[in-house]
């Protein structure tokens, strides 16, 4: 399995999407421009120029038309994914840190840090088919969660919004009224910041990565506790295989404490773990610096990790690792 070394970002990598049909790989990194790859061979197709600061998120429409971006430029934009234009920009007080459209696109969810006096809030925006008609209101502000909100994602049918951050405690919030419904256990819970929440293919259940050195997988409607993989280091990174029971967890450690390790004592690898039996089944080695960012192909053939090296790296999978046993 040769890695494809997709280099765009001249900053470390922050955040991969794929679209709908995988063919299109969006990249966020912290050098304010957001890109777009083939994904089948690594060719840079464009990128989307006019944020002023480290973009940390992105999501792309189910129609691959509309890509929406959020920045520490206190902004989140709405592009044109294939002209690359600038259709709209949504402004803050803060720095956006999550994004997600909703299913149908009609609406998203976007997450801002804390900020002088500003608390942290989950933000409901519609979007408008036309850009033209697109407003700055929010239909919905959600406060409450203490720190830095770094996911917040729909749940099933958008009835639900489900949010992890810097306080270790995953909420589930009513997407019509802000109620919460449901948080997460402190037994059960992480023990530090949440950095990263995936969903499974069909929403049943989703993965959260923490630095308390652990993954965790949930039960979407009631927060129940599935399983637990344990590394030996920060989780950065979290992705789940659409066609295996493979789970993805990239990480390694604070980068202010790279500099003084050798790359290979580093453990800069993306490792597997099965899902069900929660124990390791290998790794993908290659960044040199922590894993910030991983996506699984929507296929499950191929997958993506970006570093703080700056480096996107593009893996299809061998035949062998479709019949892998443990």
């Keep these: 399995m040769r890695p494809i070394l997709m280099k765009g970002h001249e900053r470390p990598l922050t955040f991969l999407k794929y679209n709908r049909d995988g063919d299109l790989l969006f990249s966020c990194a912290k050098d304010h421009t957001p890109t777009v790859w083939f994904a089948d061979n690594?060719?840079?197709?464009?990128?989307?120029?006019?944020?002023?600061?480290?973009?940390?998120?992105?999501?792309?429409?189910?129609?691959s038309m509309r890509l929406v971006t959020g920045s520490a430029d206190q902004t989140v934009k709405l592009w044109n994914v294939q002209t690359g234009t600038q259709l709209y920009t949504f402004t803050f007080g803060s720095p956006a840190r999550s994004v997600e459209f909703a299913i149908g696109d009609k609406l998203a969810v976007i997450t801002t840090d804390p900020f002088m006096e500003l608390t942290s809030a989950i933000h409901v925006k519609r979007i408008a088919k036309d850009p033209i008609e697109q407003t700055e209101e929010s239909m919905l502000v959600?406060?409450?969660?203490?720190?830095?909100?770094?996911?917040?994602?729909w749940g099933p049918l958008n009835r639900t919004i489900i949010s992890a951050g810097e306080d270790a405690v995953i909420r589930i919030w009513d997407s019509e009224t802000g109620k919460l419904l449901r948080e997460s256990d402190k037994e059960s819970g992480h023990k530090k910041t949440i950095t990263s929440l995936t969903k499974s293919a069909d929403g049943s259940h989703f993965l959260t990565g923490s630095l308390d050195k652990s993954a965790r997988l949930w039960d979407?409607?009631?927060?129940?506790?599935?399983?637990?993989?344990?590394?030996?280091?920060?989780?950065?990174?979290?992705?789940?295989?659409?066609?295996?029971?493979?789970?993805?967890?990239?990480?390694?450690?604070d980068a202010s404490a790279v500099?003084?390790?050798?790359?290979?004592?580093?453990?800069?690898?993306?490792?597997?773990?099965?899902?069900?039996?929660?124990?390791?089944?290998?790794?993908?080695?290659?960044?040199?610096?922590?894993?910030?960012?991983?996506?699984?192909?929507?296929?499950?053939?191929?997958?993506?990790?970006?570093?703080?090296?700056?480096?996107?790296?593009?893996?299809?999978?061998?035949?062998?690792?479709?019949?892998?046993?443990?």
Excluded at 143 to 152: L, S, T, W
Excluded at 243 to 251: A, Y
Excluded at 294 to 319: C, I, M, Q, T, W
């Design 42 to 63: 690594g060719e840079r197709l464009g990128t989307y120029r006019g944020h002023n600061g480290a973009v940390w998120t992105c999501d792309v429409s189910r129609d």
């Design 142 to 153: 959600i406060k409450g969660p203490q720190g830095r909100i770094n996911r917040a994602v």
């Design 220 to 253: 979407t409607r009631t927060l129940t506790l599935i399983k637990t993989y344990g590394t030996e280091r920060p989780v950065n990174a979290v992705a789940m295989s659409p066609l295996l029971n493979h789970v993805v967890l990239g990480g390694g450690q």
């Design 259 to 326: 500099t003084t390790t050798d790359h290979r004592a580093g453990k800069f690898e993306a490792k597997f773990y099965d899902k069900i039996l929660q124990e390791e089944i290998g790794g993908v080695k290659g960044h040199f610096g922590p894993i910030n960012a991983l996506a699984f192909n929507p296929d499950g053939k191929s997958f993506s990790s970006g570093g703080e090296d700056g480096y996107v790296r593009l893996h299809h999978f061998d035949p062998d690792y479709f019949n892998i046993k443990i």
